[in-house]
């Protein structure tokens, strides 16, 4: 919504040139599709020159003319979208465009899941948007509730990969921050024999065995704090590393394990691009060991990196078997095909 409400400024008048960054990138495939309609209308009616900026393969392929392919600040090479995608010269293009999704091409294995009893259930699960007033109960108003997720029943096993997909407002994200406590809900919600009806059931153990990543690391990341703080944090509330030696190295591994160099520990939020924000907070998530690792939502936690840096840092997680991964994701192209 917050990008389609920023688009809606392309109808102002004597615009000439528009830079698009990401234009699409938290948008599920269908609102994506409605939003680059609607800027191929305004480009046809008003002649402007249009900038796409952005690491998603199917956007470019689908509204550009022309492609340049740039890398640590040069450009790789040139040329009309078709040439590229179906001739690329440079090492670096043919590694971007081999790491679009592909249902043939796996991350990891077929694997069943090491106990057939579930790690963690939800059963008959809703969360309703909107909270009573008392000063709104004692003049009789009514409480107009939003209905973000309507008894949902899913469950995780132990080491198993669960994908959860659903359009823009379908209610993935509502549910993954309920079972996290950051939403009121109903129902139960079981994990590893513990029933939990409210986030007041939700110990330390708990959080420590059920982490969140959330989809934009500029809003999760504290701006005033160094990487070795943020990811030091979890260390210290959850007593996974004694001594400032033991710290320091525990944080050098994470920031390795998830494809950043140890010296960026030293770093602040806004000394890294978006990708390496995104795995920073994958980094701290994983402090912690967790047992349930909830990739929360949209074009999730690799939306802000492309296709080449997700593969990188999934393949790892993926192949954990100790912990259970639920990946939040809203449907996403899969191809770079012209239409």
Not at 34 to 58: F, M, N, P, W
Not at 191 to 209: H, N, V
Not at 294 to 316: E, G, K
Not at 320 to 339: C, D, G, K, L
Request: some cysteine.
């Amino acid at each position: 919504m917050k990008n389609s409400v920023s688009s809606s400024r392309l109808c102002l008048p004597a615009i000439r040139n528009i830079l698009f960054d990401e234009p699409t990138t938290a948008l599920d495939v269908i609102t994506a599709r409605q939003i680059l309609d609607l800027l191929s209308e305004i480009q046809e009616k008003t002649g402007v020159v249009v900038l796409y900026i952005s690491h998603d393969l199917a956007l470019v392929s689908r509204v550009a003319w022309r492609v340049s392919v740039i890398y640590r600040g040069e450009i790789m090479e040139s040329r009309d979208v078709e040439s590229v995608f179906t001739h690329p010269e440079k090492e670096y293009t043919r590694a971007l465009i081999g790491a679009v999704p592909n249902p043939a091409r796996r991350l990891v294995g077929e694997r069943t899941p090491e106990d057939d009893k579930p790690l963690v259930e939800a059963d008959k699960v809703t969360v309703q948007y909107g909270r009573y007033s008392f000063l709104g109960s004692l003049m009789g108003r009514e409480v107009d509730r939003v209905l973000g997720n309507n008894a949902v029943s899913l469950s995780v096993g132990h080491g198993e990969i669960l994908g959860t997909v659903g359009e823009s407002g379908s209610g993935k994200s509502t549910l993954a921050k309920a079972m996290t406590g950051l939403n009121p809900f109903t129902g139960e919600i079981r994990f590893d024999g513990r029933t939990i009806k409210s986030a007041r059931d939700m110990d330390k153990a708990y959080r420590c065995d059920v982490q969140l990543i959330f989809q934009h690391p500029d809003a999760s990341l504290n701006p005033r704090h160094r990487i070795r703080e943020i990811l030091s944090r979890p260390l210290d509330l959850y007593g996974l590393a004694s001594g400032a030696e033991a710290r320091a190295e525990k944080i050098g591994d994470l920031l390795e394990g998830v494809r950043l160099p140890r010296d960026y520990a030293e770093r602040f939020p806004h000394q890294l691009f978006g990708g390496e924000k995104q795995r920073a907070a994958i980094a701290r998530a994983f402090a912690s060991r967790p047992r349930l690792d909830s990739m929360c939502p949209c074009r999730h936690p690799s939306s802000s990196c492309c296709w080449n840096c997700s593969a990188r840092w999934a393949r790892p997680i993926c192949s954990s078997s100790t912990t259970s991964t639920w990946f939040v994701r809203s449907p996403e192209r899969q191809n770079y095909t012209r239409a």
